[in-house]
């Protein structure tokens, strides 16, 4: 006779819709976590009244219903709209690239002007492509020019691109951009989804509610009492990273990473947005964060004095450092079809999420699966 009817660990966003789908299917679940608290990596940390992304900024958005409905149902979202600042040596660029990137760029005003700008721009890349053996973009660089052209690729894409990757642009694959989306409207919402937002509260709100009458425990590493584990539940509902779940038989799949710098500042308001991108190559960190901007509109902005940034730097990942996104190359991909073909045959355990998946998903898609899976 098992305690459980679901062992859950890891109380991330899988683990957690999982637990809630679980009880309303009247299972009986234990989520575990090894950190100090649950949400995983959507976790936020209030200081002065504003919700600090620990790990990284999140922005929920999807064209879903029902997932929108869903999340909806468990905490109201606000109106909050992913509107990016680029700043490139002091200038400043709205993103993603629009009709008024065109117009801060050249002083173009009209979609004609500005497409005839990128197009004549592009030329010269093409003509030296089709000039080529492989008439294919040699690296990332020319891949980009042919796509957008220099000015736009110059002060936008070239410092971020090599900061994000520790490497020049002429030095890495060109099939890393295959797209660059180019509106010719004046408008600043970086998605094209539906329905965006932030839970109002913050996410810990999201997860809560998702949590609510489950029982958790945190600071608990499934592997350091494995055995026990094993046999308290009928089932095990895994989020961690799959090759420590085979004790890395195969070797160990690679992540990048993000390192954020936190300053807590005694001014309302810091930079006027969410979120700023520094494309600059000699700022060495990529982005600024404010984290009020996600909840605070208006005067609300002012009324609380102070604010926290984030300064992102993009760094290589070691077994230090949280394993972010997944590096789906060939030689990461092939070991993980490994893992993949052993996990396939397990009957008691269910792989899901970022890190037992090796697969960078956005939080709607999570939400999604565990939706459509039958849980019985
Ligand atoms: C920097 C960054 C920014 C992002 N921004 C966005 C965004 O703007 N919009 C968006 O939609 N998505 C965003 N995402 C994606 C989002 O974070 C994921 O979709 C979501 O966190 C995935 O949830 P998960 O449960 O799979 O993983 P996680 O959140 O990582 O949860 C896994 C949990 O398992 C626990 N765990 C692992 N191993 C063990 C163990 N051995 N024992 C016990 N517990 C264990 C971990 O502590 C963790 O709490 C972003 C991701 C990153 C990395």
Not at 75 to 92: D, H
Not at 168 to 177: M, V
Not at 205 to 233: H, M, P, S
Not at 364 to 372: F, R, S
Request: negative net charge.
């Amino acid at each position: 006779m098992y305690k459980f009817d679901y062992l859950i660990v890891g109380s991330g966003l899988f683990g957690a819709t999982f637990a809630y789908k679980a009880k309303q299917a009247n299972k009986k679940c234990l989520v575990i976590d090894k950190r100090d608290h649950i949400g995983g990596n959507i976790y936020c940390e209030n200081r002065h009244g504003i919700n600090v992304h620990k790990y990284g900024a999140h922005i929920f958005h999807t064209s879903n219903k029902k997932v929108w409905d869903f999340v909806n149902g468990i905490v109201e979202f606000n109106r909050y709209t992913n509107s990016p600042i680029a700043n490139y040596k002091g200038q400043l660029f709205n993103l993603p690239f629009n009709m008024n990137t065109f117009y801060q760029m050249w002083g173009v005003t009209t979609p004609a002007e500005a497409i005839d700008k990128i197009n004549t721009q592009r030329k010269e890349m093409l003509d030296k492509i089709s000039l080529s053996e492989t008439k294919e973009p040699a690296n990332l660089e020319e891949q980009a020019i042919s796509l957008i052209g220099v000015d736009l690729y110059e002060k936008l894409i070239k410092g971020y691109t090599e900061k994000q990757w520790g490497r020049k642009c002429t030095e890495l694959p060109s099939f890393i951009i295959k797209r660059l989306p180019v509106r010719f409207v004046y408008d600043n919402n970086y998605f094209s989804d539906k329905y965006q937002g932030i839970p109002i509260g913050g996410y810990n709100k999201l997860i809560e509610g998702l949590l609510k009458d489950v029982e958790v425990i945190t600071n608990t590493d499934f592997f350091e009492n494995r055995e026990y584990w094993e046999q308290i539940a009928e089932k095990i509902v895994f989020t961690g990273k799959i090759d420590e779940f085979y004790n890395y038989q195969f070797g160990k799949l690679e992540y990048r990473t993000v390192y954020f710098e936190e300053e807590e500042l005694d001014c309302s308001n810091y930079q006027g947005n969410a979120v700023v991108n520094y494309t600059d190559k000699d700022i060495p960190y990529t982005r600024v964060i404010e984290h009020k901007h996600f909840e605070m509109f208006g005067e609300d902005v002012d009324r609380c004095k102070k604010t926290i940034i984030s300064k992102e730097y993009s760094i290589e990942w070691n077994e230090n450092l949280e394993p972010y996104y997944p590096i789906n190359d060939f030689k990461n991909n092939e070991l993980h079809q490994k893992y993949k073909s052993l996990s396939d045959k397990e009957s008691r355990v269910i792989f899901g999420g970022r890190l037992a998946e090796y697969k960078y998903y956005d939080m709607a898609p999570i939400i999604e699966k565990v939706l459509n899976m039958d849980i019985d």
